[in-house]
């Protein structure tokens, strides 16, 4: 009475055995496959290097240090006139009309009014967590190459030289973007392409930067040129959801509405850094001598060594 069963019950166990086979088939031809293998190895890597919780921490400190930092320097660059805040220069380069632009103005105080609270606010949360930012960076990118952090006071000259660069980025593509919405189509094309060259030279620098090791120039251009071109892409489409997120959460919040709506733009961005040191790390393997690998794995130890 009991055979039947058994049939079906060893039927039943043989397609599940065949379906994880062809299962494990397609999912080896995705892996070698020279379209598909890159990025599923990038996503484990990510995955490796606890990429969402190193996204989470310099999210929160990037949006406690770097946003009021943005702030009082945009104030100092504009010379604390009172007629002019970063309010207004998010809605330009959004391009807000109408209500939602008066939202996100009203949120921010001009850079005359709120010079003396920006500026204490952004000395106190440089010092608390500013240098988290490039600290948990240098994490990414360690972990990412299969490096070993630095240590000491290095790790926070490094770092906090990162930031600067960080900082000076990110400035001058705002101003860039700014201008390019008053002038003619053409000098907005030039504007992006030396936006394109900044994000290039901003991520081919900064493995050698936070990392302190000597990597072939031209093992980094790869992942460098793939980082640029994405990160592009990602500024486009960031634009566009925050251009909703603010219409949304700021109708519905007001100025609370629109630190939310930074808030998650900030998490975005977060995640796009780690994920950007895992993709640098796997080019940088596959594009490397693997004898070169090994050298920058050795001295790694040696100076993690040292400074320990």
Same mark, same amino acid.
Not at 26 to 49: G, V
Not at 156 to 161: C, D, E, I, K, S
Not at 208 to 222: G, H
């Given at each position: 009475?009991?055979?039947? %069963?058994?049939?079906?019950?060893? +039927?039943?166990? #043989?397609?599940?055995?065949? @379906?994880?086979? +062809?299962?494990?088939?397609?999912?080896?031809?995705?892996?070698?496959?020279?379209?598909?293998?890159?990025?599923?190895?990038?996503?484990? +890597?990510? &995955?490796?290097?606890e990429g969402k919780h190193l996204a989470i921490v310099?999210?929160?400190?990037?949006?406690? %240090?770097?946003?009021?930092?943005?702030?009082?320097?945009?104030?100092?660059?504009? @010379?604390?006139?009172?007629?002019?805040? =970063?309010?207004?220069?998010?809605?330009?380069?959004?391009?807000?009309?109408?209500?939602? #632009?008066?939202?996100?103005?009203?949120?921010?105080?001009? @850079? &005359?009014?709120?010079?003396?609270?920006?500026?204490?606010?952004?000395?106190?949360?440089?010092l608390i967590t500013g240098l988290d930012v490039s600290a948990t960076a240098q994490i990414a990118y360690a972990r990412a190459f299969s490096m070993t952090p630095l240590r000491g006071v290095q790790k926070y000259l490094r770092g906090a030289a990162w930031l600067i660069l960080?900082?000076?980025?990110?400035?001058? #593509?705002?101003?860039? +973007?700014?201008?390019?919405?008053?002038?003619?189509?053409?000098f907005t094309l030039g504007v992006a392409i030396v936006l394109l060259l900044l994000e290039f030279g901003f991520?081919? =620098?900064?493995?050698?930067?936070?990392?302190?090791?000597?990597?072939?120039?031209r093992d980094l251009v790869p992942g460098a040129i793939v980082c640029a071109v994405v990160?592009?892409?990602?500024? =486009?489409?960031?634009?566009?959801?925050?251009?909703?997120?603010?219409?949304?959460?700021?109708? %519905?919040?007001?100025?609370?509405?629109v630190a939310l709506a930074l808030a998650a733009g900030v998490g975005l961005i977060a995640s796009f850094w780690v994920w950007i040191a895992a993709v640098m790390g796997v080019y940088w393997e596959r594009k490397a001598d693997p004898a070169e690998v090994a050298k920058m794995e050795e001295l790694s130890a040696e100076i993690g060594g040292s400074q320990a």
């Amino acid at each position: 009475m009991d055979k039947p %069963a058994d049939g079906r019950t060893s +039927r039943f166990s #043989a397609g599940i055995a065949k @379906a994880k086979e +062809r299962q494990k088939q397609y999912q080896d031809r995705l892996e070698k496959h020279p379209l598909t293998s890159f990025p599923i190895e990038s996503f484990r +890597r990510f &995955n490796k290097i606890e990429g969402k919780h190193l996204a989470i921490v310099i999210a929160l400190n990037l949006f406690v %240090a770097v946003i009021p930092l943005i702030i009082i320097g945009y104030a100092f660059i504009s @010379a604390f006139n009172p007629h002019r805040d =970063v309010g207004s220069l998010l809605a330009s380069n959004l391009h807000l009309t109408g209500s939602t #632009a008066a939202i996100v103005k009203d949120t921010f105080a001009t @850079a &005359n009014s709120g010079k003396h609270v920006a500026l204490s606010i952004s000395l106190i949360s440089l010092l608390i967590t500013g240098l988290d930012v490039s600290a948990t960076a240098q994490i990414a990118y360690a972990r990412a190459f299969s490096m070993t952090p630095l240590r000491g006071v290095q790790k926070y000259l490094r770092g906090a030289a990162w930031l600067i660069l960080l900082l000076a980025d990110t400035g001058v #593509a705002l101003t860039l +973007r700014h201008l390019a919405t008053r002038y003619h189509i053409w000098f907005t094309l030039g504007v992006a392409i030396v936006l394109l060259l900044l994000e290039f030279g901003f991520y081919l =620098v900064t493995p050698r930067l936070l990392l302190d090791l000597p990597f072939k120039w031209r093992d980094l251009v790869p992942g460098a040129i793939v980082c640029a071109v994405v990160a592009s892409i990602v500024h =486009v489409v960031l634009t566009f959801f925050l251009r909703n997120w603010f219409g949304e959460y700021g109708h %519905a919040y007001g100025g609370f509405g629109v630190a939310l709506a930074l808030a998650a733009g900030v998490g975005l961005i977060a995640s796009f850094w780690v994920w950007i040191a895992a993709v640098m790390g796997v080019y940088w393997e596959r594009k490397a001598d693997p004898a070169e690998v090994a050298k920058m794995e050795e001295l790694s130890a040696e100076i993690g060594g040292s400074q320990a």
